[in-house]
């Protein structure tokens, strides 16, 4: 049983570079969300989806852009990557809105 | 936006002793999740607690949703109890930023 997986785990990316995160869940649950972690201020919410298809806009959206074409994975892309885009990202997913959230381990992004 | 506010920022304790790490919220809210981020950064879920208490071995959790506060409280902790404890409010996809627990041997 998976869970919630993500890759990659870890990534060096130059200042202008384009990459793509991959979360993938295998419990059919409909709500996918994507985190950023920096220190001192706690998971901010970054974009989160409601179902197949369907993106929101969370806290922190600007730089990054997602997709949800299937039920199962969430992708994060960052267009053209910055030094403060430098965190740790988590992916969660949850059957429902207000459901338990399930995370991955984690990728740790370092913008140079 | 309904606030989320976790104390104390920081907590230092011997092994052995026991600990009250508290979530206030701004709102009411219907669904509340405690994790514990361990050293090496992965999120483990402790409980998923919208109200009344919950334990679970030396951790136990009370949501007292009409007061907007939840507590988790860790008995006897030991040196694997060190990292960061989170709450999230699960409805309004919020989190707290942490309760950071070190554990002295």
């Known amino acids: 049983n998976a869970g919630v997986t993500q890759t990659p785990k870890f990534r060096v990316l130059k200042t202008g570079q384009s990459m793509t995160l991959l979360c993938a869940q295998d419990m059919n649950h409909e709500y996918m969300y994507w985190y950023r972690q920096d220190p001192g201020m706690g998971l901010r919410l970054i974009h989160y989806s409601v179902g197949e298809g369907t993106t929101a806009k969370g806290e922190v959206p600007d730089g990054y852009n997602v997709s949800r074409l299937k039920k199962q994975n969430f992708l994060l892309g960052l267009e053209s990557a910055a030094p403060s885009q430098t965190s740790v990202y988590f992916c969660?997913?949850?059957?429902?809105?207000?459901?338990?959230?399930?995370f991955g381990s984690g990728t740790r992004l370092t913008v140079v | 936006g309904i606030q989320v506010e976790q104390s104390p920022p920081d907590l230092i304790l011997q092994e052995g002793a026991n600990s009250t790490l508290r979530c206030n919220f701004s709102?009411?809210?219907?669904?509340l999740q405690w994790f514990h981020q361990n050293p090496w950064g992965q999120l483990i879920n402790l409980f998923y607690i919208p109200s009344g208490t919950k334990q679970n071995g030396r951790l136990s959790a009370t949501t007292v949703a009409t007061e907007r506060y939840s507590l988790l409280y860790i008995s006897s902790s030991q040196t694997t109890d060190s990292g960061v404890y989170f709450c999230?409010?699960?409805?309004?996809?919020?989190f707290g930023k942490g309760t950071r627990l070190h554990i002295l041997p």
């Open positions: 709102d009411s809210v219907n669904n």
């Open positions: 969660a997913s949850s059957h429902r809105l207000g459901d338990g959230y399930t």
């Open positions: 999230a409010v699960n409805d309004k996809i919020i």
